[in-house]
């Protein structure tokens, strides 16, 4: 079934709407790129708005379920619905819990819940959403602008930035400071304490140099100040720079205690960069363990950091891991993702409004 088969529904709009954020940040991006790739499949199936109340028919997607949540009692009975639930669990907190109650109360509303990781969609299940009304697809990557660099891609770089030859660089570059500010109250569910005691253990056998991009890393980067890692902070100004800061890197380490994916953790693999990462989001999906990168069940600083060593104790920093990652990611490749929205989600739905 076409997406022009739909025209009718909506006059002058395509059929699906998907509810974005106004930050340029992951909620943002995964709409945009999900409504891209599905309207190169099928052209004019989706498009992409922050103001749900601009979407009246047809089939409504909420890229964030906190979005969900806050509007879903005001949301017009003709169209479908459709909600992400990328992370969250009680133990995060009083305020996530409180969020994930209100969540819960709104399943009867929900035609789909789509979850990116099998980690999330088990959750689910146990809280008593009906396995009909879940989709398991991975939050995409741009695997044609996230590549393994040159030795010239990645000398340039790494001397652009002004690390040393002999510098091990390692990557965070995921948001983890409460708000949009200096980020100086840490986000505790992303981790950024025990990226902090990580550092601090790898520092003591390797020379060890950190890139942090994206915004409200200021605790992260005090606390570098503190135990006297360098670091530098580059917020990429597009996905083409922030690819090419993923050149400069050595590895990357995921230390959040909850995630949805994180994209950090697609991009790093498809861009020939070792992840160590604790057992949260797409990681257990994607990474086999010591053959694709390194997964810890619990964020342990010195289980992360001995993971982390060896790693960067094999031969060329780890070539064949690099390799059987890049593999590993091209399931989530946005062309991928585009055609799991349409034949998993939206056709099936739009298919009840003809």
Request: include cysteine.
């Amino acid at each position: 079934m076409q997406a022009a088969d739909f025209a009718g529904l909506i006059p002058e709009r395509p059929p699906v709407g998907i509810i974005i954020e106004k930050a340029d940040w992951a909620i943002r991006w995964y709409g945009t790129f999900t409504a891209d790739a599905a309207n190169i499949l099928r052209p004019g199936t989706a498009w992409v708005h922050t103001n749900p109340a601009r979407i009246t028919r047809g089939i409504i997607e909420f890229g964030s379920q906190y979005q969900w949540v806050d509007w879903n009692s005001f949301i017009s009975p003709r169209c479908r619905t459709v909600s992400t639930f990328f992370h969250g669990k009680p133990d995060d907190g009083d305020a996530v819990a409180r969020h994930i109650d209100r969540f819960m109360s709104t399943i009867p509303r929900l035609d789909k819940v789509i979850c990116s990781a099998s980690i999330v969609r088990d959750r689910l299940i146990n809280w008593g959403v009906p396995q009909s009304k879940l989709a398991l697809i991975p939050i995409g990557c741009e695997t044609e602008r996230f590549v393994p660099p040159t030795p010239d891609q990645r000398n340039t770089i790494r001397a652009q930035l002004g690390f040393p030859e002999d510098a091990i660089v390692v990557g965070s570059f995921q948001k983890d400071g409460e708000g949009w500010g200096d980020g100086n109250s840490p986000k505790l569910i992303k981790g950024p304490d025990v990226f902090l005691a990580t550092i601090d253990r790898l520092r003591r056998n390797h020379n060890i140099f950190v890139l942090l991009t994206g915004p409200a890393r200021g605790y992260v980067k005090n606390g570098l100040d503190r135990i006297g890692v360098p670091f530098v902070h580059r917020y990429a100004a597009d996905r083409d720079e922030l690819a090419k800061l993923y050149h400069a890197l050595d590895l990357y380490l995921i230390t959040s205690r909850e995630e949805g994916g994180p994209m950090g953790l697609m991009e790093s693999m498809a861009s020939y960069v070792p992840v160590v990462s604790t057992r949260v989001g797409m990681a257990q999906d994607l990474i086999v363990n010591g053959l694709s990168g390194f997964v810890v069940n619990d964020p342990d600083p010195d289980l992360l950091a001995a993971q982390a060593s060896k790693i960067l104790i094999l031969t060329d920093k780890g070539a064949t891991v690099k390799a059987n990652a890049r593999v590993a990611v091209k399931c989530t490749d946005w062309a991928v993702v585009g055609q799991r929205q349409l034949d998993e989600v939206w056709r099936p739905l739009l298919s009840e409004l003809i």
